[in-house]
C-alpha cells in the first residue's frame, strides 16, 4: 500500500529515495552548474583584499588563523564561524581563490538541497494527504531551484566576503529543517521532543557566529507554529491553549540564546574603523529605507536586470521621491492581496511574513550601526518563503491537474513557464556571477549599472590607478566629486594618486578638504604633508604636522609613526612626524635618532625642522651648516 501524505514517515526512507531522491540529484547539479563561473573568481579589491590578503591573523600559521577567527571584528561584524570556514579554506589552498570559492558554491548547493528537504515537508503539512509524492517533490524542487539558481544569489555566492550570508543562511535553514523534523516526531503529544529542540538552539547559535541577522530565527518559528503547524491556539480552530504556551516558552528559550548575541555585535560595531559612506542612523531615513528594501527585493525578484554590488539609495533631499512612492505602493499592494487571498492560499501570507521578519534586520528599520541600503546579499534567506511559495504553487497547479480541474494544455503552459522562467533564471545567474571575477571587472560593471553611484566611481578610480590609467581613474575620481562633493575619501584617493603622478600642488587642496572635516586622521595629514613637501613648501609641511599635537597625544603620535617608519623606511615625512612627536612628548633620544634618519633622507627637511619647531634645540641635535 503507497502510503501518501506528512504522516507516512514508515516508508519515508524508501519514497525519498525514489523521485524525490532524484530530483534531489537534479537540484544539487543545476545549482551547481549555474554557479560554475565562480571557480574562476579571484578576490576583488572590495573587503577581499581586507580579509584575506592584508589580514595578518588569516596569513598566519593556523592557530593564529583560528584565533583570530574567533577574536576579531574585522569589518565590524563578530562572525566566528565564518571565519573558521575561512581558516579552514586556507589550510586547504593557501591562497588559491578558486579554492575559496568552491566551498562557498558547495555551502550554497548545501542551501538549495536544505531548501528542498524544507519544502517537502512544509508542502506535506500545507497540503495534506491532497497532493501526492510526485506532486509533492515537483513543487519542492521548484521552490528550491527558485531560490537557488536566481541571480539575487550571485553575490552572496560570487563573493568571498559575502560567505557569512551563505553559511548563516544554510544553518538557519537546517535549523528549521530540525524543527519540522522535531515536529513530526512529536507532534501526536503536541511537542516538539527536547533533542530536537536542542538541536535547533545548536543550529541557531552557529547560525547566528556565522551572521548575525540569524538572530530572527524565533520570530521565524513562531511564524511556522501559526501556519502551517497550527500549534497556536485560535488560528483556523486548531490548537491548544497549553499547546500554544508551550511554542510560546520555546521561542523565548531561543531568544534569550540570541540575547547573547547583541553586546557581541555591539562590540564589533565600535570596533569599525571610520567609513566615510555609511549614513548615521536617522529615524525617518530608516523607516523609508526599510519600504524601499522590502520592496526592491521584490522587483528584483520579478525582474533580475541590472543587478550590481551597490545601489543608489534616496536621501532625505530626495523627498518626497519617485522611487520611494512606488515602493510603498508595492508593499501596500502585496500586502492587500495576500490578505485578500490568504483563506485560499494562506502559505502566501505566511511567506511574506516570513519575509519582513528575515529581512528586518538588514532593511535598516532596525537601530543596530549606521545605514546600509539594499544589497543583493541580503535577499539570500528572506527569499526562501517565497521561493517556496511558488512551489506551493506548482503543487496547486499538479492537484488542479490530477482532479481533472486544469485541462492539460493549461497545465504544459505553467510546466513551460516554469521551466522557462528557471532556465532564465540559471543564464542570466552564470552572467553575473562573471562580474566578480577581478576588482576591474566588478566596478566597470557597477558604474554601468549605477553611473549616479559615487562609491561605484571611486572604486573603478582606484582599481584604474593601481593599474596605471591615472588620466582615467581622474576622470572617474572628478564625477564622483560632482555626485558626492562632501565624501572625503574622494578627496583623500584623489589627492594619492596626484602625488603619484607629479602633480602634488594639485592634490594638497583635497587634503585640506580631508581636515576640514575630519582633523584627527594622522593619516590624511600626513597625506597633505607629503604633498606639501613634494611640492617643495617645507616650512608650511612642517608647520601642518606638528598641527596634530592639537588633536592626538604625544603618546598615539609616537606609537603611529613608529608603526609608519616600519612600514615605510624610506620616506622623509613618517620620519619628521616621529622627530615631532618625540620633541613634544620629551623623549629626547628618540627624536635625536629619528632627526639623524631624516636628514639622510632630506636633508633640507631636517635643516627645516629644526629650525621650525619649539624644544628642538632640547634634544641635543645641532643645526647643519
Not at 593557501?94 to 508542502?123: E, I, M
Not at 602634488?504 to 593619516?523: G, K, M, Q, S
Amino acid at each position: 500500500m503507497k502510503v501518501r501524505g506528512p504522516r507516512g514517515e514508515a516508508s519515508g526512507l524508501r519514497r525519498w529515495m525514489r523521485l524525490p531522491g532524484a530530483l534531489g540529484v537534479v537540484v544539487a547539479a543545476w545549482t551547481f552548474v549555474a554557479f560554475l563561473p565562480t571557480l574562476r573568481n579571484g578576490f576583488v579589491e572590495w573587503d577581499d583584499f581586507r580579509m584575506f590578503l592584508q589580514n595578518p591573523y588569516h596569513r598566519g600559521p593556523w592557530t593564529m588563523r583560528l584565533r583570530g577567527a574567533w577574536t576579531t571584528h574585522l569589518l565590524g561584524e563578530y562572525m566566528p564561524v565564518t571565519w573558521t570556514s575561512y581558516a579552514l579554506d586556507r589550510a586547504l589552498w593557501d591562497l588559491d581563490a578558486p579554492g575559496y570559492h568552491l566551498t562557498s558554491l558547495l555551502l550554497h548547493v548545501a542551501t538549495a538541497l536544505a531548501v528542498y528537504a524544507v519544502a517537502w515537508r512544509l508542502l506535506g503539512l500545507a497540503r495534506g494527504a491532497g497532493l501526492d509524492d510526485r506532486g509533492r517533490a515537483l513543487a519542492a524542487a521548484v521552490a528550491a531551484l527558485a531560490f537557488g539558481v536566481h541571480p539575487l544569489r550571485a553575490e552572496p555566492v560570487g563573493w568571498l566576503s559575502a560567505r557569512g550570508t551563505v553559511l548563516g543562511g544554510l544553518l538557519m535553514v537546517l535549523a528549521v529543517l530540525v524543527y519540522l523534523i522535531g515536529w513530526e516526531r512529536g507532534r501526536d503529544d503536541g511537542r516538539v521532543p527536547a533533542p530536537w529542540l536542542a538541536g535547533v538552539a545548536g543550529l541557531f547559535v552557529l547560525s547566528v557566529l556565522a551572521r548575525a541577522t540569524a538572530l530572527v530565527l524565533p520570530a521565524l518559528l513562531l511564524l511556522l507554529d501559526v501556519y502551517p503547524l497550527r500549534r497556536i491556539h485560535g488560528w483556523t480552530g486548531a490548537g491548544s491553549r497549553c499547546g500554544t504556551r508551550r511554542a510560546l516558552a520555546e521561542k523565548l528559550g531561543f531568544a534569550a540564546l540570541g540575547v547573547l548575541a547583541i553586546p557581541m555585535g555591539f562590540l564589533a560595531r565600535s570596533s569599525r574603523p571610520l567609513d566615510f559612506w555609511r549614513v548615521e542612523y536617522d529615524p525617518l531615513l530608516a523607516a523609508v529605507w526599510s519600504v524601499y528594501s522590502a520592496a526592491f527585493y521584490v522587483w528584483k525578484t520579478a525582474w533580475p536586470w541590472s543587478l550590481g554590488p551597490i545601489y543608489v539609495m534616496p536621501t532625505r533631499g530626495d523627498l518626497p521621491d519617485g522611487g520611494v512612492v512606488l515602493a510603498a505602493a508595492t508593499v501596500a499592494g502585496v500586502t492587500t492581496v495576500v490578505i485578500v487571498v490568504r483563506h485560499r492560499w494562506p502559505a502566501a501570507l505566511a511567506a511574506w511574513v516570513a519575509y519582513a521578519i528575515v529581512l528586518g534586520p538588514v532593511s535598516g528599520l532596525v537601530p543596530f550601526g549606521r545605514l546600509l541600503g539594499v544589497a543583493d546579499r541580503y535577499s539570500y534567506a528572506a527569499s526562501i518563503g517565497w521561493a517556496i511559495a511558488a512551489g506551493g504553487a506548482v503543487a496547486l497547479t499538479w492537484e488542479a491537474r490530477a482532479g481533472g480541474r486544469l485541462p492539460r494544455w493549461r497545465a504544459m503552459v505553467a510546466v513551460a513557464a516554469v521551466a522557462i522562467a528557471l532556465l532564465g533564471w540559471s543564464v542570466l545567474t552564470w552572467r553575473q556571477v562573471r562580474i566578480w571575477h577581478d576588482s576591474s571587472r566588478l566596478w566597470t560593471h557597477a558604474v554601468a549599472v549605477s553611473p549616479a553611484c559615487a562609491r561605484c566611481h571611486v572604486s573603478l578610480a582606484n582599481v584604474l590607478g593601481l593599474n596605471g590609467r591615472g588620466e582615467e581613474a581622474l576622470a572617474h575620481y572628478e564625477r564622483a566629486l560632482s555626485l558626492a562633493p562632501e565624501h572625503v575619501e574622494i578627496h583623500t584617493n584623489m589627492g594619492l594618486l596626484l602625488v603619484r603622478l607629479g602633480r602634488p600642488a594639485e592634490a594638497i587642496p583635497h587634503y585640506e578638504r580631508v581636515l576640514a572635516r575630519h582633523p584627527d586622521i594622522l593619516t590624511a595629514r600626513v597625506n597633505l604633508v607629503t604633498g606639501l613637501v613634494e611640492a617643495g613648501r617645507l616650512p608650511e609641511a612642517v608647520v601642518r604636522l606638528d598641527e596634530a599635537g592639537r588633536t592626538s597625544p604625544p603618546s598615539a603620535q609616537l606609537e603611529y609613526f613608529e608603526r609608519l617608519t616600519r612600514t615605510q623606511p624610506t620616506a622623509p615625512v613618517p620620519w619628521l612626524g616621529l622627530f615631532l612627536a618625540a620633541v613634544q612628548a620629551g623623549d629626547q633620544a628618540r627624536a635625536r635618532a629619528a632627526h639623524a634618519t631624516l636628514a639622510g633622507l632630506h636633508a633640507e627637511l631636517a635643516s627645516v625642522a629644526l629650525r621650525a619647531t619649539p624644544g628642538a634645540h632640547r634634544t641635543g641635535v645641532a643645526p647643519r651648516a
